[in-house]
C-alpha cells in the first residue's frame, strides 16, 4: 500500500522525522518496505500482514500513529445538505444472499460530471490510483481513507429502478467496466436490476451502468460481501481488484454508512450533485458487537514482562478500545474496524505492539521444574513398542488413505471398516479418507520395497485408525499395532534361510505377548472376512478377549498391488492387549532343585482336532508337575487311518518337593491318555 504523508496529515499532526515514524510503524507490526520523495510530499510503502486489512485505509492508519506518538486523531465530520426528495422514492433495494452482509445506497440529483479537482487526482495519483471523472475518484478516494470500497451507479440506466443483491444464474453474462463480456457462475454474486446484472459485486461494475458524461442521477453503493465469496469469484473471472482485496481481507460493516456519507459529502462540496434525503441501508443480521475479557496477570504470563495494570489499560486506551476495569481483569470493547481481535491472546499482542517488542526480553524466565511421570498404559505402549522393534523394523506412516484401498482389500459392502471418516480438505485424492485399518498402509509400504528389489521385509507400525462419532465433532481414535512379513530370514552361520510365513510370524507374536507375561493366549483358527487366506487366518486371543489377528494375506489382494511374494500379517488391539495384560497374573517360582524328567507323547486324532487344544488338555490332566508342553511333530500316513494325524509333544515334568519317579510319571501320563481319549478320541501312536 502507498501512503501519502500529506494526506495522513489530515487526519494527525506528524511532528517527528519521517524515519522515525516509519520505525515505529514497523515495531509496532505495521512494516514500512520503503519511502519514496515525490514531488513535495514523501510516500511510504506498506507491507501489510493479511490480519490487518483494516490498515489499507488510511484512517485506520492515522489511528494507529495515534495510538504511538499520542497525537490527537481529526477524523473528518459529515454534515450534509439534503433536499427535500426521499431516497425510498427513487430505489427500492433486495438481498436475495446471504453473501452479503449488507448494503446501503444514496442517490444524488442534478449530477455534474467533471474531472476532480487537482490535489484530489494528485493525492490518487501518489497513491497508485489513475483518476477518471469527479465521481468515480470520490469513491475511490473514500475507499483509500476508511477503507471501505464504493461503486456508483447511473441511476437511470438501472431499469425497474431496483437494486437485486443476488447470485448469478446460469448463462448470465455481463461486460465489466475494462470492456471484457464475462460469463457468469451460479454461486458468483452479483448486483442486478429488474432485469440484468449491472455489476459483479464486490469485484468490478458492469459497463451498461458506468458513470458517462451525460450523467445526471448516480446511485452511490457501500456494502459489505463475504470476502470468500469475492476471492472465489476474483479467481474464476481473472480479476483482481482494489475493491476485492479489501473485502477478501475483511472491511468495517459498522463502517459502511459513514463512508457512503463521506462520499456523498466531498461531491457535496465538489458541487458535483445535490443529495436525495436518506438512506437506503438493508441489514438483515446486524452483527453483535464483540467484547473481549483480558486477564491482567496473563498478558505478563505469555509476553515474560512487568507491565503494570495501569499501562495495560493505557495502552488499550491509546488505541481507543472502551475499556471497564473490574478487578484483575479488563473488559474491552471492540470497534467494528478491527474485526481482527476476538480473544484475549490478541488483545495480549496490541498490548505487546504498543509495549515494544523490543523491550520484551528475548531471556525466558527460569522455569520451575516439576516431576513428570508416565501412567501405566504409556509405560506399557512404551514396553510393546520396544520388544516389537526388537524383531521387526518400524515404519510409520500417514493416517490418511485413499477409500478405494477398502475395494483392494475386498471388505464387503457394510462393514464396520468401512464406516469413515472423510477429510473435508485432503492434500490429494490419495489421502481423502481416515484409515479403520493398518493392512492399507502396511502393504503400500511392502509394495514399494519389493518393487525396489528390498525383498526381505519384516515390519510393523503402531499407530492410531479413526472412527466417526455421531454426538462427537472428532472422531474416535483407536490405537492398533500391526505388522507384516515377507520373503526369508537371511542367511546364517548358524544355518541356512527360513521362508518368513504364517507360523515365522506366529512365534513374533508369541515371543512379543510371552515378554509382556500375558498367559493363556490361543490363536484359534477362523473365517476373515476381508483380506486374509481362508485357510491361514486365525483370531488371537487372551482368555475370552480377542486381542487381534493373524493371517496370510489373499492372492487375490495381492495380486492387485503386484506383489507376487507370500505376505503375512497380523493386527493387534492395543487396548484389548492393555486389558488383557492388566488382568493376567504373572506368577514368578524360584528355580527348582530337583532334575526335571522328559517324555515324548505322540497322539493319533482326527485332522479337525487342533494342536493348541490338544495341549491344552494334555497340560490340564498333566497335574502341576507338567510344567511345559510343546509340539515338536505332525505326521501323517495312510497307515494311521483315513482323516487322521499324528500329533508328537514334548512334555517336561519337575517338581519342587522331590525327584520325580517313574512310576508317579507313569501315572500322570495314563491319565493324559485317558483325558485325551475322552475328549477327543485320542489314542497312543
Same mark, same amino acid.
Given at each position: 500500500?502507498?501512503?501519502?504523508?500529506?494526506?495522513?496529515?489530515?487526519?494527525?499532526?506528524?511532528?517527528?522525522?519521517?524515519?522515525?515514524?516509519?520505525?515505529?510503524?514497523?515495531?509496532?507490526?505495521?512494516?514500512?518496505?520503503?519511502?519514496?520523495?515525490?514531488?513535495?510530499?514523501?510516500?511510504?510503502?506498506?507491507?501489510?500482514?493479511?490480519?490487518?486489512?483494516?490498515?489499507?485505509?488510511?484512517?485506520?492508519?492515522?489511528?494507529? =500513529?495515534?495510538?504511538?506518538?499520542?497525537?490527537?486523531?481529526?477524523?473528518?465530520?459529515?454534515?450534509?445538505?439534503?433536499?427535500?426528495?426521499? =431516497?425510498?422514492?427513487?430505489?427500492?433495494?433486495?438481498?436475495?444472499?446471504?453473501?452479503?452482509?449488507?448494503?446501503?445506497?444514496?442517490?444524488?440529483?442534478?449530477?455534474?460530471?467533471?474531472?476532480?479537482?487537482?490535489?484530489?487526482?494528485?493525492?490518487?495519483?501518489?497513491?497508485?490510483?489513475?483518476?477518471?471523472?469527479?465521481?468515480?475518484?470520490?469513491?475511490?478516494?473514500?475507499?483509500?481513507?476508511?477503507?471501505?470500497?464504493?461503486?456508483?451507479?447511473?441511476?437511470?440506466?438501472?431499469?425497474?429502478?431496483?437494486?437485486?443483491?443476488?447470485?448469478?444464474?446460469?448463462?448470465?453474462?455481463?461486460?465489466?467496466?475494462?470492456?471484457?463480456?464475462?460469463?457468469?457462475?451460479?454461486?458468483?454474486?452479483?448486483?442486478?436490476?429488474?432485469?440484468?446484472?449491472?455489476?459483479?459485486?464486490?469485484?468490478?461494475?458492469?459497463?451498461?451502468?458506468?458513470?458517462?458524461?451525460?450523467?445526471?442521477?448516480?446511485?452511490?453503493?457501500?456494502?459489505?460481501?463475504?470476502?470468500?465469496?469475492?476471492?472465489?469469484?476474483?479467481?474464476?473471472?481473472?480479476?483482481?481488484?482494489?475493491?476485492?482485496?479489501?473485502?477478501?481481507?475483511?472491511?468495517? =460493516?459498522?463502517?459502511?454508512?459513514?463512508?457512503? #456519507?463521506?462520499?456523498?459529502?466531498?461531491?457535496?462540496?465538489?458541487?458535483?450533485?445535490?443529495?436525495?434525503?436518506?438512506?437506503?441501508?438493508?441489514?438483515?443480521?446486524?452483527?453483535?458487537?464483540?467484547?473481549?475479557?483480558?486477564?491482567?496477570?496473563?498478558?505478563?504470563?505469555?509476553?515474560?514482562?512487568?507491565?503494570?495494570?495501569?499501562?495495560?489499560?493505557?495502552?488499550?486506551?491509546?488505541?481507543?478500545?472502551?475499556?471497564?476495569?473490574?478487578?484483575?481483569?479488563?473488559?474491552?470493547?471492540? /470497534?467494528?474496524?478491527?474485526?481482527?481481535?476476538?480473544?484475549?491472546? #490478541?488483545?495480549?499482542?496490541? $498490548?505487546?505492539?504498543?509495549?515494544?517488542?523490543?523491550?520484551?526480553?528475548?531471556?525466558?524466565?527460569?522455569?520451575?521444574?516439576?516431576?513428570?511421570?508416565?501412567? #501405566?498404559?504409556?509405560?506399557?505402549?512404551?514396553?510393546?513398542?520396544?520388544?516389537?522393534?526388537?524383531?521387526?523394523?518400524?515404519?510409520?506412516?500417514?493416517?490418511?488413505?485413499?477409500?478405494?484401498?477398502?475395494?483392494?482389500?475386498?471388505?464387503?459392502?457394510?462393514?464396520?471398516?468401512?464406516?469413515?471418516?472423510?477429510?473435508?480438505?485432503?492434500?490429494?485424492?490419495?489421502?481423502?479418507?481416515?484409515?479403520?485399518?493398518?493392512?492399507?498402509?502396511?502393504?503400500?509400504?511392502?509394495?514399494?520395497?519389493?518393487?525396489?528389489?528390498?525383498?526381505?521385509?519384516?515390519?510393523?507400525?503402531?499407530?492410531?485408525?479413526?472412527?466417526?462419532?455421531?454426538?462427537?465433532?472428532?472422531?474416535?481414535?483407536?490405537?492398533?499395532?500391526?505388522?507384516?512379513?515377507?520373503?526369508?530370514?537371511?542367511?546364517?552361520?548358524?544355518?541356512?534361510?527360513?521362508?518368513? #510365513?504364517?507360523?515365522?510370524?506366529?512365534?513374533?507374536?508369541?515371543?512379543?505377548?510371552?515378554?509382556?507375561?500375558?498367559?493363556?493366549?490361543?490363536?484359534?483358527?477362523?473365517?476373515?472376512?476381508?483380506?486374509?487366506?481362508?485357510?491361514?487366518?486365525?483370531?488371537?486371543?487372551?482368555?475370552?478377549?480377542?486381542?487381534?489377528?493373524?493371517?496370510?494375506?489373499?492372492?487375490?489382494?495381492?495380486?492387485?498391488?503386484?506383489?507376487?511374494?507370500?505376505?503375512?500379517?497380523?493386527?493387534?488391539?492395543?487396548?484389548?492387549?492393555?486389558?488383557? $495384560?492388566?488382568?493376567?497374573?504373572?506368577?514368578?517360582?524360584?528355580?527348582?532343585?530337583? /532334575?526335571?524328567?522328559?517324555?515324548?507323547?505322540?497322539?493319533?486324532?482326527?485332522?479337525? =482336532?487342533?494342536?493348541?487344544?490338544?495341549?491344552?488338555?494334555?497340560?490340564?490332566?498333566?497335574?502341576?508337575?507338567?510344567?511345559?508342553?510343546?509340539?515338536?511333530?505332525?505326521?501323517?500316513?495312510?497307515?494311521?487311518?483315513?482323516?487322521?494325524?499324528?500329533?508328537?509333544?514334548?512334555?517336561?515334568?519337575?517338581?519342587?518337593?522331590?525327584?520325580?519317579?517313574?512310576?508317579?510319571?507313569?501315572?500322570?501320563?495314563?491319565?493324559?491318555?485317558?483325558?485325551?481319549?475322552?475328549?477327543?478320541?485320542?489314542?497312543?501312536?
Amino acid at each position: 500500500m502507498r501512503l501519502p504523508l500529506e494526506w495522513l496529515e489530515d487526519y494527525i499532526e506528524v511532528d517527528i522525522p519521517v524515519e522515525e515514524l516509519a520505525h515505529r510503524l514497523t515495531m509496532a507490526g505495521i512494516a514500512v518496505e520503503n519511502i519514496e520523495k515525490v514531488d513535495n510530499d514523501t510516500i511510504l510503502e506498506l507491507d501489510l500482514t493479511p490480519n490487518r486489512g483494516d490498515c489499507l485505509g488510511i484512517i485506520n492508519i492515522a489511528r494507529e =500513529v495515534a495510538a504511538l506518538t499520542g497525537k490527537p486523531l481529526d477524523i473528518p465530520r459529515t454534515k450534509l445538505d439534503e433536499i427535500d426528495e426521499k =431516497v425510498e422514492d427513487f430505489v427500492k433495494i433486495t438481498v436475495e444472499s446471504n453473501l452479503c452482509k449488507r448494503y446501503s445506497a444514496r442517490v444524488m440529483k442534478n449530477v455534474r460530471v467533471e474531472p476532480s479537482p487537482a490535489w484530489m487526482q494528485e493525492r490518487l495519483t501518489k497513491a497508485g490510483i489513475r483518476p477518471i471523472n469527479n465521481i468515480v475518484d470520490v469513491t475511490n478516494y473514500v475507499m483509500l481513507e476508511t477503507n471501505q470500497p464504493m461503486h456508483a451507479f447511473d441511476y437511470d440506466l438501472l431499469e425497474g429502478k431496483q437494486i437485486v443483491v443476488r447470485e448469478a444464474r446460469a448463462g448470465e453474462e455481463l461486460v465489466t467496466l475494462d470492456g471484457t463480456r464475462r460469463e457468469l457462475q451460479p454461486g458468483m454474486l452479483v448486483i442486478a436490476d429488474a432485469v440484468k446484472p449491472v455489476a459483479l459485486a464486490g469485484v468490478m461494475g458492469g459497463e451498461s451502468s458506468e458513470i458517462r458524461e451525460g450523467t445526471t442521477t448516480i446511485l452511490l453503493e457501500s456494502a459489505i460481501f463475504d470476502g470468500t465469496s469475492i476471492r472465489r469469484t476474483s479467481r474464476k473471472v481473472g480479476l483482481r481488484t482494489d475493491s476485492s482485496m479489501r473485502f477478501e481481507k475483511g472491511v468495517d =460493516v459498522g463502517g459502511v454508512i459513514l463512508a457512503l #456519507d463521506r462520499a456523498a459529502h466531498l461531491l457535496e462540496i465538489l458541487g458535483a450533485g445535490e443529495v436525495v434525503q436518506g438512506v437506503c441501508d438493508v441489514y438483515p443480521h446486524p452483527q453483535p458487537g464483540t467484547t473481549v475479557r483480558l486477564r491482567l496477570d496473563r498478558v505478563n504470563h505469555v509476553l515474560g514482562t512487568n507491565i503494570t495494570p495501569a499501562e495495560i489499560e493505557g495502552y488499550l486506551r491509546r488505541l481507543s478500545f472502551p475499556v471497564e476495569v473490574g478487578g484483575s481483569e479488563l473488559l474491552v470493547y471492540i /470497534p467494528s474496524y478491527r474485526p481482527d481481535l476476538a480473544i484475549e491472546e #490478541d488483545l495480549i499482542e496490541e $498490548v505487546a505492539r504498543l509495549h515494544g517488542y523490543d523491550n520484551i526480553s528475548s531471556e525466558l524466565k527460569p522455569a520451575v521444574p516439576t516431576h513428570g511421570y508416565r501412567t #501405566d498404559y504409556q509405560i506399557f505402549k512404551d514396553r510393546l513398542l520396544g520388544y516389537a522393534a526388537n524383531m521387526m523394523r518400524e515404519v510409520i506412516t500417514y493416517s490418511f488413505i485413499n477409500p478405494r484401498w477398502l475395494d483392494i482389500l475386498e471388505v464387503p459392502e457394510g462393514h464396520h471398516l468401512r464406516s469413515t471418516v472423510r477429510l473435508a480438505n485432503p492434500f490429494s485424492e490419495e489421502q481423502g479418507t481416515m484409515r479403520t485399518t493398518l493392512l492399507p498402509s502396511l502393504l503400500e509400504t511392502a509394495a514399494r520395497n519389493l518393487a525396489r528389489r528390498n525383498e526381505d521385509l519384516a515390519i510393523f507400525e503402531m499407530g492410531s485408525v479413526y472412527w466417526p462419532q455421531e454426538s462427537e465433532l472428532l472422531p474416535r481414535e483407536a490405537p492398533v499395532m500391526a505388522g507384516l512379513v515377507t520373503g526369508k530370514v537371511p542367511d546364517g552361520w548358524q544355518g541356512k534361510s527360513s521362508e518368513m #510365513d504364517f507360523f515365522f510370524l506366529k512365534g513374533i507374536i508369541e515371543e512379543l505377548l510371552a515378554r509382556l507375561h500375558l498367559e493363556g493366549v490361543k490363536f484359534n483358527p477362523a473365517k476373515p472376512e476381508h483380506s486374509y487366506h481362508p485357510g491361514r487366518y486365525a483370531a488371537i486371543t487372551a482368555g475370552d478377549r480377542q486381542i487381534g489377528t493373524i493371517g496370510e494375506i489373499h492372492p487375490r489382494v495381492l495380486e492387485k498391488l503386484d506383489i507376487e511374494n507370500r505376505v503375512c500379517a497380523f493386527e493387534i488391539d492395543i487396548h484389548q492387549l492393555y486389558e488383557a $495384560v492388566s488382568f493376567s497374573h504373572h506368577r514368578i517360582q524360584g528355580i527348582s532343585k530337583y /532334575p526335571a524328567v522328559k517324555r515324548d507323547l505322540a497322539l493319533v486324532v482326527s485332522e479337525e =482336532v487342533n494342536a493348541a487344544d490338544l495341549a491344552e488338555i494334555i497340560k490340564e490332566a498333566g497335574t502341576d508337575l507338567l510344567i511345559r508342553v510343546e509340539l515338536f511333530d505332525v505326521y501323517r500316513s495312510p497307515q494311521l487311518g483315513e482323516g487322521k494325524k499324528s500329533l508328537a509333544f514334548a512334555l517336561t515334568f519337575q517338581s519342587y518337593q522331590h525327584t520325580l519317579q517313574d512310576e508317579e510319571i507313569n501315572r500322570i501320563i495314563s491319565g493324559i491318555l485317558e483325558k485325551t481319549a475322552e475328549v477327543f478320541g485320542a489314542r497312543l501312536r
